[in-house]
């Protein structure tokens, strides 16, 4: 009885005077500091952002932003509630001291914690030539700011756009620019579009329809070289095949960075996949073993799913900083009892070519796909994802009512194929190879990455170790 | 005034639209896209909007932006 | 916690409602102004067999499931009731057919449901129409008030006839380009339909019950009549109206057959109003039920789109629909429905099922996550929903402004015979005044 009260007492006093500081403030840094305050936190909260904006909602940057009906400062984030908290923007943490708690910043600020939060997302990887990256006319987008400038490039009316990488964000790129009725070339190094989140199978799909929208899309291509005229602004660019193409404007989409050089030395389990955490958001050390006051959510987190196995999963998905953030700051100031975990059904979306596409589940853990409902001709139907006679995935265009009943199979580990619709079967529901990419492959980064067992694991490393420096590349404005 | 739709939960049932056609707009059948932060003249159109998704995928603000409840 | 003694547990077993008695008293005439007693005995099994080949779906998540499941077929063909029916009582079968000879969007399956819908929301609505439902609103606001200036002077007003009714019958056949002026006669025939082939209840059985069946189905065929020569007409003179493009204008999918044109317009009209009606009328008869809900509305206009929906939940204005069918046995709440049985969705009873509203009953126009199936759920979720809305809002909006101290004359008010399209036959209220 005593200890019980003693633990009660406990967290009485850290929702009291506990100070919580949260690394990040984007999506999940923001629903964490509200869950916090919906928890009863009444104890100092400190929110530090490398960027100027208060917290922003990033999905439109590719979509409605481009395309020039919404304003790139206009995604700001709506408020549930008060968080009443100190809000450091525009300023980076450049360090963390795990022995003295302390948070340390570009200015030179140390920021002192009780429980900490990691929330630091993830930045566009740069082009790959640091020289060729500073021609004008050369973008990456992840920020307002890139959004900003690069809708005034589309908007000036150029004469080809050039995207290089055919992941959801550059297909939506590609799409916005043929919507603005641009000429634009996608290069794509695997064999189709979205073949990393979605398999060939879709993939081929999503390459018939870029090519009916008239994308020119060049695949199992890469950019070696970018050239620029005497003004210093982006002209050609040089592909693996032989070809050269007049561009104006480049778009480097080449996947993620996940932010956590500024966790360097703090003996962690950092590293190309991200900050391990178990499925209560608490980050492991170095060694593996978990700690009691550092905490991550969002595009940087890594943590076992027992749905797939117990493997790690880094998801850069939109309600897994929801939902992370809000089960990350429930736990901040939980003890073990009343600690939840973080197992969402991993879900995304895409608007490009008029079509939605919406997936649920972990497609690359799956190596079947059986479509069951639709016209693969129509570009409306669902598929689903098999591995070992289990349903692990399901993916749908333009059909997504359809999509919880698959993603009730998933969650029920339900057998694959599953039975067919009584109606509009799409084929013959014999499952085939849904053509994952080898991961020994370097492609795109995917948006779901299975990455081993071990927190300190680093999968398959696809670019040479080279220290990107923080705070992403420079573009031309 | 400030939205975001949680365009998982979106499933393209697009109640919504038409109570709200500055701020939300379809793109071919399904494909939701919207202004994340309309005029506040249009608070009773994007109020009716997310009260009639079926799915709650609207989120609309609980704070203004002086930070006192909308 | 007390516990309690055998007998009493006995007594429980005994007084407790089979699945079937349950469902039989909810759907009885005399429970028409409050099934729910018995939906809330019903849905202690929430997927029960309710009748022979019948399996009734009461429980929120269990509805929310089957509604999405793709073995669950809407094509009335498919269902067990299409076949007895025929057998046992040919005028009942009929309702079956009663939207007409070809099918409707709610009484078909994928690809042909989704194209049929397609091809009319293609003149009606996002992403091929946007405007039209906007484009009503000053209409919608100009009828409401017309309606209400013609009480002035009057400290009584029926407001199922005299305010729900005429708005959105206006509405409709404005867009449809069903001409107001014939209304009179077809809105006796809907009566007849309503009252004779949407009574699911036991008293459809009865020598009454089958005499207002007989005379639905001879109205429904009249009323079939009519819109197949409406339809001829758009096609040899085609007009700006939705009807006349749905028969004349190719869109990706072509044009509508004048077949399925003439059942959808079936579908487009009744339902286009008729719901939209019982929605009006209930939400004046919750909000002047519950004490401080009109202040609270007319003071935080704000708060009338979610009490709309809020009104929705506690009395579904379509309580179920019976098309429904397993084309597959379906394993759910621990149970199987068998392959070939009716499956009725009742909306009106998981939308108070207490494991997903808390305080179900409880009218809350503040109530977060308020996800209920007043509009149906899945594919064949309310066609017209985004119109619906805009003019039970607006009305709404504008009764809240202008009726003076409202009143309840009686309540619960008379309601109309259907169990599936249900509402009051007439709201009788007092009031002080109608403001400018």
């Known amino acids: 009885m005593k200890t019980a009260a003693l633990v009660a007492d406990l967290v009485t006093e850290f929702k009291t005077h506990g100070r919580i500081v949260i690394v990040g403030a984007s999506l999940a840094g923001l629903r964490a500091a509200e869950a916090l305050r919906d928890e009863g936190f009444n104890g100092s909260l400190t929110i530090i952002g490398d960027e100027k904006h208060e917290p922003y909602d990033r999905p439109p940057l590719s979509k409605q932003v481009l395309k020039g009906w919404v304003r790139a400062d206009h995604t700001k984030l709506p408020r549930m509630r008060k968080v009443d908290a100190e809000w450091r923007l525009g300023v980076a943490a450049t360090g963390l001291d795990r022995q003295t708690k302390q948070v340390r910043l570009a200015n030179g600020d140390q920021v002192p914690f009780d429980r900490l939060l990691i929330a630091t997302g993830v930045r566009s990887r740069p082009w790959f030539n640091p020289k060729e990256a500073t021609l004008e006319g050369v973008f990456t987008l992840r920020t307002s700011d890139d959004s900003g400038r690069l809708q005034a490039a589309l908007a000036a009316k150029p004469g080809r756009v050039l995207i290089v990488g055919a992941g959801f964000i550059g297909s939506e790129m590609a799409s916005v620019c043929r919507e603005l009725g641009l000429a634009v070339t996608v290069a794509e190094r695997a064999e189709a579009p979205l073949v990393g989140a979605l398999g060939g199978v879709i993939g081929d799909i999503a390459a018939a329809m870029q090519r009916d929208h008239g994308v020119d899309l060049r695949t199992g291509v890469s950019v070696e070289a970018l050239e620029g005229d005497a003004n210093g602004h982006v002209r050609r660019a040089k592909l693996s095949d032989g070809t050269t193409l007049d561009v104006d404007v480049v778009v480097a989409s080449l996947g993620s960075i996940r932010n956590t050089e500024w966790l360097d030395g703090a003996g962690l389990a950092t590293g190309f996949w991200g900050v391990a955490c178990d499925a209560g958001c608490r980050v492991f050390d170095i060694n593996g073993v978990v700690t009691d006051s550092i905490f991550v959510a969002g595009d940087i987190a890594r943590a076992p799913h027992a749905l797939y196995e117990y493997q790690f999963l880094a998801l850069e998905h939109w309600d897994n900083a929801v939902f992370g953030g809000r089960v990350a700051g429930h736990n901040m100031v939980s003890l073990e009892a009343d600690r939840r975990p973080h197992l969402p059904l991993p879900a995304f979306w895409s608007g490009q070519f008029g079509v939605n596409i919406k997936g649920v589940g972990v497609g690359p853990f799956g190596d079947e796909i059986v479509i069951t409902q639709g016209s693969i001709k129509d570009r409306r139907f669902a598929a689903a994802y098999g591995r070992r006679g289990r349903i692990v995935a399901a993916v749908t265009f333009n059909h997504g009512k359809w999509l919880e009943y698959y993603g009730a199979l998933i969650e029920r580990s339900a057998p694959f194929p599953p039975p067919p619709p009584g109606y509009d079967q799409a084929g013959d529901m014999k499952p085939i190879p849904a053509r994952f990419p080898d991961p020994r492959v370097p492609t795109g980064v995917p948006d779901v990455v299975l990455t081993g067992h071990d927190p300190n694991e680093r999968g398959a490393e696809y670019r040479p170790k080279k220290r990107d420096p923080v705070g992403a590349t420079k573009h031309a404005a | 005034m400030r939205i975001v739709i949680d365009l998982n939960r979106c499933q393209g049932y ?39 998704c079926p799915v709650q995928a609207i989120i609309v603000d609980r704070l203004d932006e002086k930070g006192e409840k909308a | 916690m007390q516990s309690k003694t055998a007998s009493a547990v006995a007594a429980e077993l005994k007084n407790r409602m089979t699945p079937e008695t349950a469902y039989a008293e909810a759907m009885k005439f005399e429970n028409r102004a409050n099934p729910y007693p018995f939906f809330d005995e019903l849905r202690k099994t929430p997927v029960a067999r309710v009748a022979n080949g019948i399996y009734a779906v009461t429980g929120y998540r269990e509805l929310l499931a089957l509604a999405h499941d793709p073995r669950v077929s809407s094509d009335m063909s498919h269902s067990p009731l299409s ?31 989704d194209r049929m819908r397609r091809q009319a929301m293609r003149h009606f609505g996002p992403p091929h129409t946007p405007d039209l439902i906007p484009k009503m609103e000053a209409d919608i606001q100009r009828l409401c008030n017309q309606l209400l200036d013609k009480a002035k002077g009057k400290t009584r007003l029926d407001v ?40 699911m209840g036991p008293e459809a059985a009865t020598e009454e019950g089958k005499a207002r069946a007989a005379k639905g189905k001879e109205s429904t065929a009249a009323l079939m009549q009519y819109l197949t020569e409406l339809i001829q007409r758009f096609i040899r003179e085609p007009g700006e109206s939705m009807l006349s493009k749905m028969v004349n204008d190719d869109g990706a999918d072509g044009r509508m057959s004048p077949q399925e044109a003439v059942s959808n317009a079936g579908l487009l009209l009744i339902a286009g109003h008729d719901s939209t009606v019982n929605t009006i009328s209930h939400c004046v008869l919750t909000v002047l039920r519950n004490p401080g809900a009109f202040e609270l509305l007319r003071s935080r206009p704000s708060l009338i789109p979610a009490a709309v929906e809020e009104v929705l939940r506690v009395e579904s204005a379509v309580q179920f629909f019976p098309s429904r069918s397993a084309l597959a046995d379906i394993e759910i709440a621990g149970t199987v429905i068998p392959k070939g049985s009716a499956v009725f969705l009742m909306y009106g009873a998981a939308n108070r099922d207490p494991s997903r509203f808390p305080d179900p009953n409880k009218f809350d126009p503040e109530r977060r996550d308020n996800e209920h199936f007043g509009w149906g759920s899945g594919i064949h979720t309310c066609f017209g929903g985004p119109l619906a ?40 209220i007092d009031f002080d005044r109608i403001r400018d």
């Open chain 3, 389 to 428: 809305r805009l003019e039970v809002n607006l009305a709404l909006e504008t009764f809240l402004h202008r009726v003076k101290n409202p009143r309840l004359v009686v309540d619960p008010p008379p309601y109309r015979q259907s169990n599936v399209f249900r509402g009051p036959q007439h709201l009788l």
């Open chain 2, 14 to 52: 697009a109640q919504c639209v038409p109570l709200a056609p500055t701020v939300l707009k379809l793109n071919g059948e399904e494909a939701l896209m919207y202004d994340p932060n309309p005029d506040d003249s249009l608070r009773q159109q994007v109020l009716r909007a997310a009260a009639s």
């Open chain 3, 83 to 113: 076949a007895r029916l025929a057998v046992e009582a040919p005028a009942e079968a009929d309702h079956m057919k009663a939207y007409g000879k070809a099918k409707t969007m709610i009484t078909s399956d994928p690809p042909e449901h």
């Open chain 3, 160 to 199: 199922v006839d005299d305010y729900a009714y005429p708005v959105p019958v206006a509405v409709i056949c404005k867009i449809l380009g069903v001409p107001l002026k014939d209304e009179p006669t077809f809105h006796a025939w809907i009566h007849d339909f309503m009252a004779g082939l949407m009574d």
